[in-house]
């Protein structure tokens, strides 16, 4: 939606309430005024990031109908539906493509998504979602977040284990060709793991989709077309 100085939306404005803490108030003023979740909820999207996954596979056509898919940090679900819907995993489009998800969080059913609880740091978490797969991924995807402490480097630390943690696993499953795409944070791949994908994957890109919050310094890695080392 375009806004120009005349521009005559209501914005809804949220009252402190007693309870609420003035960081939950911005969140739902936000929340209320945020183009993309008005429109998640009018598309029967979970989440606006459905909306980044859209614009990044729009640009690099990685989700392809048949394709086998793991999506990390996948509640409330908006990714897994994207995923699912292009790769044809609904049920009715008997397709092959599937998609493997897991989270910390519990989340609704999707058709065609094959959802667990568990921490992907869990030692366990890798061998089970192997198994699940039934074989190589031609997708991983990442979109998992720890919980922020609001302290800058510890959030950066957080994030950043958690995608070398994803990348590592991506190496393991991807089948030749795949790809990988994951959250990172603004400053882009650090540069040891930057390097390694380089290594791994004919191209690496970062991009920012629109609907990533400006002022939020998420951009996302994709890195494309696997090379696997003989093993
Ligand atoms: C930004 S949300 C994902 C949104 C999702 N892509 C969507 O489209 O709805 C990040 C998710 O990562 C999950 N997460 C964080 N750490 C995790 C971990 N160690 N294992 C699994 N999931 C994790 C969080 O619980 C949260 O649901």
Do not use: C
């Not at 005024?33 to 029967?44: H, L, M, Q, S």
């Not at 979970?46 to 859209?54: E, H, M, T, V």
């Not at 690099?60 to 995923?83: C, E, H, M, N, T």
């Not at 990442?142 to 696993?169: C, P, W, Y």
């Amino acid at each position: 939606m375009k806004k120009n100085s005349r521009d005559t939306r209501l914005k809804v404005r949220v009252k402190t309430a007693k309870k609420r803490s003035l960081s939950s108030t911005l969140w739902l003023q936000r929340q209320l005024n945020d183009p993309y979740v008005a429109r998640a909820k009018r598309e029967g999207y979970r989440s606006r990031a459905a909306y980044k996954l859209i614009e990044i596979d729009d640009k690099f056509r990685f989700l392809k109908p048949g394709a086998k898919v793991v999506d990390l940090g996948a509640a409330p679900g908006g990714w897994s539906q994207i995923a699912a819907k292009r790769i044809g995993a609904q049920e009715g489009q008997g397709g092959k493509g599937r998609v493997v998800a897991i989270d910390i969080l519990d989340m609704d059913k999707i058709p065609g998504v094959d959802f667990m609880v568990i921490d992907f740091l869990d030692p366990h978490a890798p061998g089970i979602l192997k198994e699940k797969l039934g074989g190589l991924a031609d997708v991983v995807l990442s979109d998992m977040a720890a919980n922020a402490t609001g302290h800058r480097q510890t959030d950066h630390i957080k994030i950043m284990g958690l995608v070398e943690v994803a990348a590592e696993f991506a190496k393991d499953v991807l089948a030749p060709g795949g790809a990988f795409v994951s959250k990172v944070l603004q400053g882009g791949t650090e540069n040891e793991l930057l390097a390694a994908l380089k290594r791994d994957f004919a191209a690496v890109k970062h991009v920012k989709p629109a609907a990533s919050r400006a002022d939020s310094s998420e951009l996302y890695v994709v890195a494309t077309g696997f090379r696997k080392s003989p093993s």
